[in-house]
């Protein structure tokens, strides 16, 4: 009686035995699937020297040179007049030279329409010279007000800046067009972000200031810029506009700077190992157009929107290889459009949209960076659509990508995992029950 009993009652365990065994490998199987079943890569930014300095009050390159003073002047010390100080001020019936902030030379002459036709005018070395082609300034020159220069190949091809205190080419009220010419410092020492900021004095710019007009095309510009007010390489500031067109900008502090800058049109360039970085709107510039360029390689971002940059079209550029982001809005930069735009393998992340609300990114191709599309502060009506992110480690960070495609981004889900986990889970479960079969008989032997 005891042995028939003890039978039924091992015929009975059985098959809560099995379904011990399947509750348990597949609930393992369930754990597993989502704790090893995303793709999960390390988010940590590459730590990099990044030293700018301070931001500090001073007066702008155009009233520092006319008064002989030194490029790093601020308001709170504006030193003294300096005599190596030059500057040559284009005004329509006149060309005046300046040294220390006093005239020197006045010609009394209708402003010259070229370069080429004021360095003949002033036939002073010491000031502009001409060989062949090239044209090397030693002083500022100023294009003033109602006055129009062009500096155009084949008549010149080649402009050296002299790396000296003071030596710029400038409008102030006028127009500058530059076609065709290969523009660089005389020297390669253009400040980086990896050293200690200092108020390096010399290093040579382009700048168009008040109302002024600036026109680039087929051009290079190479080691221009610093760090300081409106030096940074080439700058549109105080309601100045203009074009830049199919030309090249290697190796400046920055590419392409504006400061309260309208309907600025940047298009078919290519900004690369800029120190900083390659396209910077910056300070209240609107209605920009940015497109079909290529920004690589460059210090920080590849293309960089900040503080109130509104109303603005940024489309069909690359970025790629940057030292942090592809392309950014920063600084209640609002109301513009980022669309079809390849951004890829950057060192931080993508598209990046910081305190910038109403701004739209559409239909750009995101892969290879830290994370794909982030979005940080106030981004009020921001709208993300259509962008194809793949490849990064993470896709985003609080955005939202319901009417985008993402896929092969880390802390995504990996179905090649999750099918070896399941698949690894039928087998535990074959061989569990195959165990139990073998073992049945015995069990039935012993009973």
Same mark, same amino acid.
């Given at each position: 009686m005891v042995r028939t009993y003890g039978r039924s009652m091992a *015929? *009975?365990? *059985?098959? /809560?035995? @099995?379904l011990i065994s399947i509750i348990v490998v597949l609930s393992a199987a369930l754990i597993c699937t989502f704790v090893l079943g995303r793709t999960y890569s390390e988010l940590a930014l590459k730590k990099e020297p990044f030293n700018r300095l301070a931001y500090v009050q001073s007066f702008d390159p155009i009233e520092d040179v006319t008064l002989g003073l030194s490029p790093n002047t601020t308001d709170s010390a504006a030193g003294k007049p300096i005599k190596a100080i030059h500057a040559i001020k284009v005004l329509p019936s006149q060309t005046i030279l300046l040294a220390g902030g006093k005239a020197v030379r006045v010609i009394n002459k209708r402003a010259p329409r070229t370069l080429r036709g004021l360095a003949k005018l002033i036939d002073d070395k010491h000031w502009i010279t $001409?060989?062949? !082609? !090239?044209? !090397?300034?030693n002083a500022a020159v100023i294009v003033g007000h109602g006055c129009s220069m062009t500096i155009a190949a084949p008549v010149t091809s080649g402009l050296v800046l002299t790396v000296r205190p003071g030596v710029f080419l400038a409008a102030d009220q006028g127009k500058i067009v530059i076609s065709g010419v290969y523009v660089r410092a005389s020297n390669t020492n253009v400040p980086d972000t990896f050293s200690s900021p200092s108020r390096e004095e010399g290093r040579p710019f382009l700048l168009a200031s008040q109302n002024s007009v600036m026109v680039i095309k087929n051009s290079t510009f190479k080691y221009l810029g610093r760090d300081w007010n409106s030096s940074y390489g080439l700058t549109w500031s105080k309601g100045s506009t203009g074009s830049v067109n199919n030309s090249i900008f290697d190796h400046n502090f920055i #590419? =392409? @700077?504006s400061n309260a800058s309208s309907n600025l049109q940047v298009i078919h360039d290519q900004f690369y190992y800029n120190s900083l970085y390659g396209v910077d709107p910056h300070s209240g510039s609107t209605h920009l157009l940015i497109e079909y360029n290529t920004s690589d390689y460059n210090g920080r971002h590849g293309i960089i929107f900040s503080n109130h940059v509104t109303d603005s079209i940024v489309q069909y550029n690359v970025a $790629? #290889?940057? #030292?942090?982001n592809g392309i950014m809005m920063d600084e209640a930069s609002a109301n513009n459009v980022i669309r079809e735009n390849i951004v890829a393998d950057n060192h931080s992340d993508g598209i990046v949209i910081a305190n910038s609300s109403s701004d739209v990114v559409a239909d750009n191709r995101v892969s290879g960076n830290r994370v794909g599309i982030t979005i940080r502060g106030d981004t009020t009506d921001t709208k993300i659509s259509g962008n194809t992110i793949t490849a990064n480690k993470m896709a985003s960070q609080n955005a939202g990508l319901s009417q985008n495609t993402a896929y092969g981004n880390g802390g995504e889900w990996s179905w090649r995992r999750i099918e =070896?986990?399941? +698949? #690894?889970? +039928? /087998? +535990?479960l074959l061989v569990l029950l195959s165990v139990t079969k073998i073992m049945k008989p015995r069990l039935n032997g012993n009973s």
């Open positions: *015929r *009975r365990n *059985r098959p /809560a035995g @099995y $001409e060989s062949s !082609t !090239t044209i !090397t300034l #590419g =392409v @700077y $790629e #290889g940057n #030292g942090l =070896v986990i399941w +698949l #690894g889970a +039928l /087998a +535990l």
